[in-house]
Each structure stands twice: as structure tokens, then as C-alpha cells.
């Protein structure tokens, strides 16, 4: 499910292969129309359901690559939303890990016992992603339609412009930047960093954690979360706008969970005179 994709709006360039580390296949993700009719289905359904949210809570979201692709299908294809932007936001995905913040938070500041002896196990996930437990299904005979018989093709090339995406992570660039997680991050010498910026994968590579670092990792996502939750609010009817802090929080959200490649990827031009994408002004796809 690896890909590449050069056109317009993603130029490929030495530096900006460097930036999506092992993590993530080299970007911008190239979905297939089965990964963007699962995805919108999900979207669409699942993530309400309260057995489908304990199972990602125990697998923590889903893996890297789905969790981007998962906020890249609905930033991309809801086109229609309450709040200031109006559609083309991540409402689900900050549904969801608001959820997942809070999970692993508690777990981190956890005190060991004989009954959570280690308890920086909460950084590991138990159960597969449900994407790729779905793709990884055997093939179904027939025509497979897309959610409300929606035209799964003119979707993934809607989703695969990454045009919305590509303008949130620019305009909240010099917010999350200093977020990054030192390991995912080319600029950062191994070894370097903070540790308390590290992303999940990085933070588990190097359990058992030492109490303080488990305590300093989970104020942290706490106060994510917290800018998160006035991000969710500004996303409904009722909710007041946001600055460009909480607009920032959800991609330092799935940083965490998933690492950073995409967001660096799609950013690396950010600091050029090019013309972005204008997310609050953009016409609706037909």
C-alpha cells in the first residue's frame, strides 16, 4: 500500500523525501479506492459505535498510515461542517483522540503494582488496526459500492489532492513545529531532543520509561487535549472560534499516535512564496 506521487501541489524533492522516516511510506500518501471506501465508511459510522471505540482504544487508533489517512479522507471529503471553516476539518479525528490522549495519559501516570506492573505498556497496542484487518479480508465477488453508493473513485482522487491537509498543516506550521518528535524529525541529531516530544513508537522503543519522563509525557498530552477539546467545540454549532493553537492541536494529536512524515512532508515548502491552498475560502468540490 506504499506510494508516490508526484503532481501538482506535491512536488518531490530530495529534501522533502527525508522527512517521512521509517514510520510512514515516503509521501504524500497515495490511497487506494479500497483503503478511501473503508475509510469513508468509517468515518460515516464506526467511530460512534461504543464496542468499535473500546477496540480503538485498545489498538490505539489505527496504524500509522491509516491514522493520516484517516484525517486526510475526512479533512478532504467533508465538504459541509458547523463552525467557523464550515466543512474540511477534522471533527471525527479529534472525536477519537481526545479519547486516545486521555487513555494513554492515565496509563503513563499510572502507579506500578502487581496488577500493572509496567505501566508504560499503554504506549503498546493490542490488536490490529481495523483498516488493514478489513483490506487483509478476502475479496468479495461483485461490485463493491461506497457508503451511500458514493463514487469511491472520484473520491480517492479528491482525497489523493491532499489540498485541504496539505493548507492545514502549513498555516499551523510554526505552531507545531517545535512539537515534533525529536527521533521522527531529520533535523534533530540521534539522540537529541527532548524526550517528552517523543511520539509513541519512540517513547516505547525505549521502555521501561523513567517515572518522571511517564509524568512529564502525560501532562503534556494532557494539555494537548485540552486545546483539542475547544477544537471539537469550535466544530459544532454552538462552539466558539479557536486561534491557531487549537488548530494546531490535532495534528500534534496524530503526531503522537503516528508519527510526523506526513505533516513535515506536506509542510517542507511552507517557508517558500508559493500559492496555498486557501482552506476557509475553497469552493466545494463538484
Given at each position: 500500500?506504499?506510494?508516490?506521487?508526484?503532481?501538482?501541489?506535491?512536488p518531490?524533492?530530495?529534501?522533502?523525501?527525508?522527512?517521512?522516516?521509517?514510520?510512514l511510506?515516503?509521501?504524500?500518501?497515495?490511497?487506494?479506492?479500497?483503503?478511501?471506501?473503508?475509510?469513508?465508511s468509517?468515518?460515516?459510522?464506526?467511530?460512534?459505535?461504543?464496542?468499535?471505540?473500546?477496540?480503538?482504544?485498545?489498538?490505539?487508533?489505527?496504524?500509522?498510515?491509516?491514522?493520516?489517512?484517516?484525517?486526510?479522507?475526512?479533512?478532504?471529503?467533508?465538504?459541509?461542517?458547523?463552525?467557523?471553516?464550515?466543512?474540511?476539518?477534522?471533527?471525527?479525528?479529534?472525536v477519537?483522540?481526545?479519547?486516545?490522549?486521555?487513555?494513554?495519559?492515565?496509563?503513563?501516570?499510572?502507579?506500578?503494582?502487581?496488577?500493572?506492573?509496567?505501566?508504560?505498556?499503554?504506549?503498546?497496542?493490542?490488536?490490529?488496526?481495523?483498516?488493514?484487518?478489513?483490506?487483509?479480508?478476502?475479496?468479495?465477488?461483485?461490485?463493491?459500492?461506497?457508503?451511500?453508493?458514493?463514487?469511491?473513485?472520484?473520491?480517492?482522487?479528491?482525497?489523493n489532492?491532499?489540498?485541504?491537509?496539505?493548507?492545514?498543516?502549513?498555516?499551523?506550521?510554526?505552531?507545531?513545529?517545535?512539537?515534533?518528535?525529536?527521533?521522527?524529525?531529520?533535523?534533530?541529531?540521534?539522540?537529541?531532543?527532548?524526550?517528552?516530544?517523543?511520539?509513541?513508537?519512540?517513547?516505547?522503543?525505549?521502555?521501561?520509561?523513567?517515572?518522571?519522563?511517564?509524568?512529564?509525557?502525560?501532562?503534556?498530552?494532557?494539555?494537548?487535549?485540552g486545546?483539542?477539546?475547544?477544537?471539537?467545540?469550535?466544530?459544532?454549532?454552538?462552539g466558539?472560534?479557536?486561534g491557531d493553537?487549537?488548530?494546531?492541536?490535532?495534528?500534534?494529536?496524530?503526531?503522537?499516535?503516528?508519527?510526523?512524515?506526513?505533516?513535515?512532508?506536506?509542510?517542507?515548502?511552507?517557508?517558500?512564496?508559493e500559492?496555498?491552498?486557501?482552506v476557509?475560502?475553497?469552493?466545494?468540490?463538484?
Open positions: 500500500m506504499t506510494g508516490h506521487r508526484n503532481g501538482p501541489g506535491a518531490e524533492t530530495r529534501e522533502q523525501g527525508e522527512l517521512t522516516g521509517a514510520l511510506p515516503v509521501g504524500p500518501l497515495e490511497l487506494s479506492a479500497e483503503e478511501v471506501r473503508q475509510l469513508w468509517f468515518i460515516h459510522g464506526d467511530i460512534m459505535d461504543g464496542s468499535m471505540r473500546r477496540l480503538l482504544r485498545a489498538s490505539l487508533g489505527l496504524c500509522p498510515r491509516h491514522t493520516w489517512a484517516y484525517a486526510v479522507v475526512e479533512i478532504e471529503l467533508w465538504q459541509a461542517g458547523a463552525g467557523a471553516r464550515g466543512g474540511h476539518q477534522p471533527f471525527d479525528v479529534t477519537l483522540y481526545e479519547d486516545l490522549l486521555a487513555h494513554v495519559a492515565e496509563g503513563l501516570d499510572r502507579k506500578g503494582s502487581l496488577l500493572h506492573r509496567h505501566p508504560d505498556d499503554v504506549l503498546l497496542p493490542v490488536g490490529p488496526c481495523r483498516i488493514c484487518e478489513d483490506m487483509a479480508s478476502p475479496s468479495l465477488t461483485g461490485l463493491r459500492m461506497g457508503y451511500a453508493n458514493s463514487n469511491t473513485e472520484a473520491l480517492t482522487v479528491e482525497a489532492g491532499l489540498a485541504h491537509t496539505t493548507a492545514w498543516c502549513r498555516e499551523t506550521f510554526q505552531l507545531w513545529r517545535g512539537a515534533v518528535c525529536p527521533d521522527c524529525d531529520p533535523d534533530t541529531p540521534t539522540g537529541a531532543g527532548d524526550p517528552t516530544l517523543l511520539c509513541r513508537f519512540h517513547l516505547a522503543s525505549r521502555r521501561p520509561l523513567p517515572e518522571p519522563l511517564r509524568h512529564a509525557v502525560a501532562s503534556r498530552l494532557r494539555e494537548i487535549r486545546r483539542m477539546r475547544h477544537l471539537t467545540e469550535s466544530m459544532t454549532d454552538y466558539a472560534p479557536v493553537e487549537e488548530n494546531a492541536s490535532w495534528i500534534e494529536a496524530v503526531g503522537f499516535f503516528a508519527g510526523w512524515g506526513l505533516p513535515l512532508y506536506l509542510a517542507a515548502a511552507a517557508t517558500e512564496t500559492s496555498e491552498p486557501d476557509q475560502g475553497a469552493e466545494p468540490a463538484e
